[in-house]
């Protein structure tokens, strides 16, 4: 079960060119993505609805599309304007579209009620157009259900043994407990979470090394703060402070890093990521941002590895019950709970419109 109610990313803004037939799947449904000659988006259900061939195997036509089969033509509200041969369209020739939104580079879609498409409900992902930041964008594609790649993120105690060598290096991160608080948009409702995470005296990371030149081998303070907003969108800051000089700035890292869960079925997720760093590393040692992307990728792997390993084992074993770590598991816990309350208000509403 999914909560439809919300805006999902389905694509960079880069991966969606002038001419481009893009077509990802959200919450199983197959997705046309083209952008309209003024650069705007839409987003069209990517199958005909004469023969279900999916449109993205047809051709553009200004902003309109035409199937590749027997030539029906869509315009970018999905709409039939022509087929070949015939003087009337009839109106029930049309496909499902979708509300679509740009921001920060990324492409959403809404995958509830049109009429209930809410901007508010977006995540704020500024580090990823902002000049003072730098990144590469990541994507990966995993084959688990994207509820257990969350139970990662709102996890952090795993960056001591997964990624005791590109991340975490120290197993001070576990032993440390995080604080977690409702995270509530203006209007009242919950969206999320806000976890945070102070670990003290430790090494710096190994994976700072890679792109702050000269970092002594001190003791730090280490913070990861971050926001989880439903469906599964991290929004971090995080970095560390030499203990014994915590304004020196010069030896002071920062990061504001972004990664989003979009589930393409039940079993399969799309992984967005980017991780920031400040324009002036990037200005010391322009090679930054391409040693960040590479450490994250490979450390992104690691969980890879780890969760779909996880998720074969809960497979394999379905009668073995999982037990409750609490200074593990409690924002994992916090945040399946949020998700099956947005999930039951939805089947609820649509019982009762449905009396
Ligand atoms: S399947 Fe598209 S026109 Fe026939
Ligand atoms: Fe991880």
Known sequence: MFIRNLWYVIAWSHEVGADALFTRTVLSEPILLMRKQDGSLSALQDRCCHRLLPLSRGAREG????????????????QCVEVPGMERVPSYLKIKSYPVVEKNRWIFVWMGDPERADEALLPDNFANDDPQWCNKPGYMHYEVPYLLICDNLLDFSHLSYVHANTLGGSPEIARSRQKIDRLLIPDGRQVGLKVSRRVSDVPPSPYWKSFRVGLRDEMYERWFDYDFVLPGTLLMDSGGRPIAAPDDEARTVRLLSCQTLTPETETSTHYFFQQSCQSADFERAPETVDHMYATLVRAFHEDQDTITAQYRALQATPGMKMHAVPPFDGALGHFRGLVEQWVAAESSASFSQGQ
């Open 63 to 78: 902003d309109a599309v035409r199937c590749g089969y027997h030539g029906l033509k869509f315009d970018c509200g999905g």
